[in-house]
């Protein structure tokens, strides 16, 4: 047995000094983002049927993580074990929380990081340093090998975000778990889950059913550009059960990304309020679809005596929860009172955007509110319902996010501003010592166009925001002193749904601008070269193509 023993080790030491010396070449490093530091080395790592990956308790799922990937693009079952020649660590001397270290030689592979996170992301760079056939379903690799290299490595934001919009259109599970999988491949670490809008309420609440028996279903949507050319007459929608939820957020949890939930208030409510008229200033108005584009199944409904409908156009209603009615904030607390457990994160978005006050200034229930609480116009009277909110999610342990509107009539205590209107309105927030998430309409907006060429688009909202427009992006406004540019948090990309009513379509919206941005808020501001990052994106879309994804490709050459 002892012989035999001897005999497998000494076939194994051949087999890995068979590339022990192999030289690499700038090639073989094609990593996005582009790491802090990175020596290339000779040699490279055999992966087969030998690999053993070892890992303390606290790295499991980071162990199991690797060995199913390693498997996979394999074909070899690759165990993990008390002892292996991969070895995920963690290092208390690494500075960053999200740090990490890469050692990678002929018979060795070590990651550490200071915490898992780290880890997770070291194993994301050596993903990238597979070939990108690894990414397909079926292609094995007979003889994988991965180049020899040091890495070190931490991002510059703490918060690196990826937004989508499910109320205007919907998406399934499944698709959401493949969104969550690219942010992080791309090393981001927030999933920003917009589900309530007028157009839609996509979470089950149980205490208010209605909510998704009425406000998840729409009776028909515009075609074409706002204001539209007709109505499609279709009815449409679906909701996440609070299971569907939890397996979502337990999903993202594994890949070390947060899921931020946004429940839009006070205004982008006409799903809500369609099934709870009584939350709107005036309940017996109809709801109003702009130019009258209003569905056969819309009007049915108002003609049956429901006057409220969910929305079938896009744009601003002024039909919001009314803020003079306690009702309102009793609402809105059970609703959060179901939202809260199930989601982890320290953050509830609550929207705060885009609140017409013409409803609100002709209610005598807002206008009483105003005056009992010395308020001095309806700008103030929002700065109250988030104020109000943001108290109550306090009380639970909870801080808000809300857009820069959220700053008109005075900031609430201990709100984080997303900046969406430009940067002005992070500067303004950093100025007052306020955490800032930058997401500029001019740089972070997926939902705009990605050429001039408009006419051989899918239709979009409008606008032009390329792949060098995202990479040029600088989250940290120069107008902020040193101390200012630390409440400057990260950046995060918005993918508005209007006009993407297919999986397909959201794909190519956001790739491979997502490489970009992820870039933006990852590498060290120091080490930004465009023609560097296009050179290295030209390599990172055949591992799009071999993921079988969707992506736009007027910065790709020949793929």
């Known amino acids: 047995m002892r012989l035999v023993v001897i005999v497998l080790i000494s076939l194994l030491t051949v087999s890995c000094n068979k590339y022990k010396d192999i030289a690499n070449t700038e090639q073989d490093y094609q990593i996005i983002p582009k790491p802090t530091s990175l020596e290339i080395s000779n040699g490279r790592f055999l992966v087969d049927s030998n690999t053993t990956i070892s890992a303390s308790e606290d790295l499991q799922n980071e162990a199991s993580y690797l060995a199913e990937m390693l498997s996979h693009a394999s074909g070899s079952t690759i165990n993990t ?42 194993i994301q760079t050596l993903r990238q340093l597979m070939p990108a056939s690894i990414e397909s379903e079926t ?62 309420w996509r979470i089950e609440i149980k205490k208010y059913p209605k909510l998704t028996e009425i406000g998840a279903w729409r009776s028909g949507t515009i075609v074409g550009h706002h204001p539209g050319t007709e109505n499609d007459q279709k009815r449409y929608g679906g909701f996440y059960t609070q299971e569907d939820v939890k397996d979502i957020v337990a999903y993202a949890a594994k890949q070390h990304i947060t899921v931020i939930p946004e429940i839009e208030l006070p205004g982008h409510s006409s799903a809500a309020i369609a099934a709870y008229p009584s939350l709107s200033c005036f309940p017996e108005e109809q709801t109003v679809v702009t130019n009258n584009m209003i569905s056969e199944g819309g009007k049915a409904i108002q003609a049956a005596g429901t006057p409220k409908i969910v929305q079938e156009t896009w744009g601003v209603f002024k039909d919001v929860y009314c803020a003079g009615k306690d009702e309102t904030f009793a609402f809105l607390q059970d609703v959060l009172d179901e939202v809260i457990p199930l989601f982890p994160s320290a953050y509830i978005h609550i929207g705060g955007d885009e609140c017409p006050k013409e409803n609100w200034k002709e209610c005598p229930n807002c206008q009483k509110r105003i005056k009992d609480e010395g308020l001095h116009d309806e700008h103030e009277l929002q700065s109250y319902f988030i104020t109000r909110i943001e108290k109550y999610l306090n009380s639970k342990g909870k801080n808000i996010i809300g857009w820069d509107e959220i700053l008109e009539g005075g ?21 007052h010592k306020h955490n800032v998430i930058m997401t500029p309409n001019h740089s972070c907006y997926f939902d705009h166009y990605q050429t001039e060429d408009k006419a051989n688009e899918p239709l979009a909202i409008g606008g032009k925001t390329t792949v060098a427009d995202v990479y040029a992006y600088e989250p940290t406004p120069e107008e902020l002193t040193e101390e200012e540019s630390k409440y400057i948090l990260g950046a995060q990309a918005n993918v508005w749904t209007e006009y993407m009513a297919t999986t397909d379509y959201v794909e190519y919206m956001i790739l491979p601008r997502m490489a970009a941005l992820s870039e933006v808020v990852w590498s060290p501001k120091s080490s930004k070269d465009w023609d560097d990052f296009n050179a290295r994106l030209q390599h990172f879309a055949d591992r799009y193509n071999a993921m079988g994804l969707n992506y736009a490709k007027h910065s790709i050459q020949d793929k």
């Open 139 to 200: 292609n094995k690799i007979a003889e994988l090998t991965i180049p020899a290299v040091t890495v070190k490595d931490s991002p510059r934001y703490q918060y690196r975000g990826m937004h989508l919009d499910v109320a205007r259109h919907f998406f399934p599970v499944d698709f959401v778990k493949k969104y969550i999988d690219l942010i992080a491949l791309h090393k981001m670490n927030t999933f920003h889950w917009h589900l309530t809008e007028d157009q839609g």
């Open 411 to 431: 900031l609430a205590p201990n709100a984080t501003v997303m900046s969406w209107r430009g940067t002005k309105g992070g500067i303004e927030a950093a100025k």
């Open 81 to 122: 074990g008390d002892s292996g020649n991969i070895q995920l660590k963690l290092d208390d001397t690494i500075d960053n929380e999200e740090g990490y270290t890469l050692s990678i030689t002929y018979n060795q592979i070590v990651i550490s990081g200071k915490t898992a996170k780290g880890v997770f992301y070291g």
